[in-house]
């Protein structure tokens, strides 16, 4: 299978899939369908015949998809083999939240840092991870191979922080707060936008109650 450019929408159902497949292959199970796998992962069989042409897995007729291969390859392409590590800027409400959640059902993402700027919190150890100091950014990032950081300070800051993440190396940032952030080039940003997902929710309620939901972007 090779591994072409493919589109976003295809690349964000990617961990759905994986964490299915190996949910099937620890139960044993050697092949799945796309409308088995549509079911379970509630994305239509179509979609799924589609993303995994991207990779070349075409499934034969009448056996499936191989479930072994499929999450090998997966895991592969979505760098399962690797542990990333990850930071946390700012434990207020929405970081003591994902503290506690660590990505748990991910077991090679975690949280290994937090920073904030509360003297109360640096230096005490939350859910098993550490809380530094701001200032001990530019030296922890690099020691712990840190390239990606959650942001969920204060948008008055958010600006600011993401300029030290940047200078203390990280390449990819989870935006958590309202503040369209600028960055370089060669840094990625995914924005969490919590209000805009309600707000889309309300305007599909509002005008596309009744019909069938479609996960096609
Ligand atoms: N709470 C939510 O449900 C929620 C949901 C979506 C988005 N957000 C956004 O996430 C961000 C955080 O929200 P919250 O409710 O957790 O806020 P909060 O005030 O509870 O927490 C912010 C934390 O950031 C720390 N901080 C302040 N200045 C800092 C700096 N310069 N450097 C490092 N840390 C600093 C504070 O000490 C505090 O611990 C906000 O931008 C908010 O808009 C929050």
Redesign the pocket.
């Known amino acids: 299978m090779s591994t072409q450019k493919i589109p976003q929408a295809t690349a964000k159902r990617l961990p759905i899939y994986y964490r299915y497949l190996k949910i099937l292959n620890d139960a044993g199970k050697e092949r799945v369908s796309s409308t088995e796998l549509s079911d379970a992962v509630k994305v239509d069989s179509a979609t799924i015949r589609r993303d995994f042409s991207y990779f070349g897995a075409l499934g034969k007729r009448g056996y499936g998809y191989d479930v072994e291969n499929l999450m090998k390859f997966f895991s592969k392409t979505l760098n399962q083999d690797h542990l990333t590590s990850v930071a946390l800027?700012?434990?207020?409400?929405?970081?003591?939240a994902l503290l506690n959640y660590n990505f748990h059902q991910n077991n090679n993402t975690r949280i290994s840092a937090a920073?904030?700027?509360?003297e109360e919190?640096v230096g005490t150890i939350y859910s098993g991870i550490p809380v530094y100091q701001?200032d001990e950014m530019m030296e922890q990032i690099p020691l712990q191979q840190i390239e990606i950081a959650i942001l969920?300070?204060?948008?008055q800051?958010?600006q600011?922080?993401v300029n030290k993440l940047v200078e203390a190396g990280v390449k990819g940032i989870m935006n958590?707060?309202?503040?369209r952030i600028t960055v370089p080039k060669n840094v990625r940003v995914q924005n969490?936008d919590?209000?805009n997902e309600l707000q889309t929710l309300i305007y599909f309620l509002d005008n596309y109650a009744g019909e069938e939901v479609s996960e096609e972007e």
Not at 89 to 96: C, D, F, T, Y
Not at 115 to 118: G, P
Request: proline share 7%.
């Open positions: 800027i700012g434990v207020g409400n929405l970081g003591h920073f904030d700027v509360k919190i701001m969920t300070v204060p948008a800051v958010a600011d922080t958590f707060t309202p503040v969490v919590l209000t």
